[in-house]
RNA sequence: GUUUGAUGGGACCU
């Protein structure tokens, strides 16, 4: 508005600018309303308008929704180029389809499009994310004989994979050989590494390759401490890491959620639980806002206490927040009960949180169920006979289908409720399948 | 001059 006042006319560029910048901060909406003035203001928006907006889509988790923009711009006109694909592809791995992912790489290949170093760091680093490193090797191998050269993000993006494999060897291989390329290994590089070696508990590897990115002259940043003082504290060396908190901070680093929370991680696992109370506090009075990670790693502190009450204390407090727990945020709680041998209660969580909805839609249903059913066959079948007492024959069939997915042997008792419910709702159908379904498994029907 | 790819913290399981 300024640059206008004073007479200057934005163009192409300058709109890209800001559709970029609200697409990055997720305000897709307002990166659409300039989409529009611009068209109000005579000016044609380019590839690289669209590129932003497609970005901005699929950061914010509506990669569906691209397919519109896309039919938009080529109407105008407008071909998609490499940026377009990859930042689909990127869209698509993220979103965990990496068929899709796949096919739109074939696609720009038969539009005469030449995938690039970018496209195969993203493939890449999604086959290392879905623990298949071999094959993202093999992607590796495959630019190189394209003539592609990887570059520091592409070797990054491997050692990353090789390091949460845990297999350091090969990291370290791969840090040698973009070295012997003439590529120096970057602060991510080394975070990457360090991450590796304390997650083998190989503090001292850590410490190490720590020393030797500062000889290079690299500067450490928020990643790498925190990186290692979670390494410090899951080795149990609390003072360490303790230190490392002075040390960032005397080099103008501001630790932030992330830092804290491993440091709290760290004093729980000792069970110094009210040393982590305090620390909590401390952040608080910093001005860091606690997170899910934060406040699920104090409930199970209190947890490993026997302390349940305070434990669902900070549970309702992180959702006075705004904070919407998450399965492991259950999972801890339902865990805490049943320790504390107050399987009813647990069952009467675990009940309530499948029958209200208590789950939120993100989360996955089937890992919660399937991480805290209990090992006692009955208090399942209770939970299953709950759930068809209220009708709710979907979430009991869950249920029985996880139940059956752990090998347990049902036996006429569940089949005897399943069918009751089935049939109470009408569904004569489906109770007859099960009834057919308990004789296969040798069940005498009563 | 503007658009795409890599790194850190929580339960259970391994």
């Not at 959620?257 to 506090?281: M, N, P, W």
């Amino acid at each position: 508005l300024e640059m206008m006042e004073k007479g200057c006319i934005p163009n192409v560029v300058t709109f890209n600018t800001l559709i970029n910048g609200h697409s990055r901060l997720g305000s897709i909406d307002k990166a659409f309303e300039l989409l529009n003035s611009m068209w109000n203001q005579g000016l044609m928006p380019n590839v690289v308008t669209y590129n932003a907006l497609i970005n901005g889509l699929c950061k914010g988790g509506k990669v569906k929704e691209t397919g519109k923009l896309l039919r938009e711009m080529i109407k105008k006109g407008l071909a998609p180029d490499n940026v377009t694909y990859n930042t689909l592809i990127d869209g698509y791995c993220k979103e965990g389809d990496m068929h899709e992912a796949l096919s739109l790489h074939s696609e720009m290949v038969q539009k005469g499009l030449v995938p690039d170093v970018v496209t195969y760091t993203t493939l890449i680093d999604r086959l290392c994310k879905n623990g298949r490193v071999q094959r993202a090797n093999e992607f590796l191998n495959k630019m190189k004989e394209r003539g592609l050269n990887p570059d520091n993000f592409t070797y990054t993006t491997l050692i990353d994979g090789y390091c949460k494999q845990g297999d350091m060897p090969v990291a370290i291989k791969f840090q040698r050989e973009m070295m012997d390329k003439g590529l120096a290994p970057s602060v991510v590089t080394y975070n990457s590494i360090i991450h590796g070696f304390c997650l083998e508990g190989n503090i001292r590897a850590a410490q190490d390759t720590f020393d030797d990115m500062l000889d290079k002259g690299l500067v450490p940043d928020m990643v790498t401490y925190s990186t290692l003082i979670y390494g410090y504290c899951k080795g149990g060396h609390i003072q360490e890491a303790f230190s490392l908190l002075d040390e960032l901070a005397g080099k103008g680093l501001v630790a932030d959620v992330i830092t804290y929370s491993a440091l709290i991680q760290g004093l729980c696992k000792e069970r110094r639980v009210k040393d982590a109370c305090k620390l909590f506090h401390k952040m608080l009075e910093m001005g860091l806002n606690p997170d899910q990670f934060t406040y699920t790693t104090l409930i199970n502190g209190h947890c490993g206490e026997g302390n349940i009450k305070e434990a669902f204390q900070l549970h309702n407090e992180m959702v006075q927040n705004g904070l919407s727990p998450d399965v492991v945020t259950y999972s801890v709680l339902i865990h805490g009960l049943r320790k504390q041998a107050r399987t009813k209660e647990a069952n009467r969580l675990l009940f309530r949180m499948i029958y209200d909805d208590l789950i939120p839609d993100k989360v996955n249903y089937d890992t919660l169920i399937e991480n805290c059913i209990d090992d006692n066959m009955e208090s399942n079948v209770a939970l299953i006979k709950g759930l068809c007492m209220k009708g709710e024959m979907i979430k009991a069939e869950k249920v029985f289908e996880i139940m059956r997915e752990k090998n347990w042997t049902p036996n006429d008792i569940v089949y005897n409720i399943l069918i009751h419910g089935h049939c109470k709702n009408g569904n004569v159908h489906k109770a007859y399948k099960m009834h057919n379904e308990m004789e296969q498994l040798g069940l005498v029907p009563n």
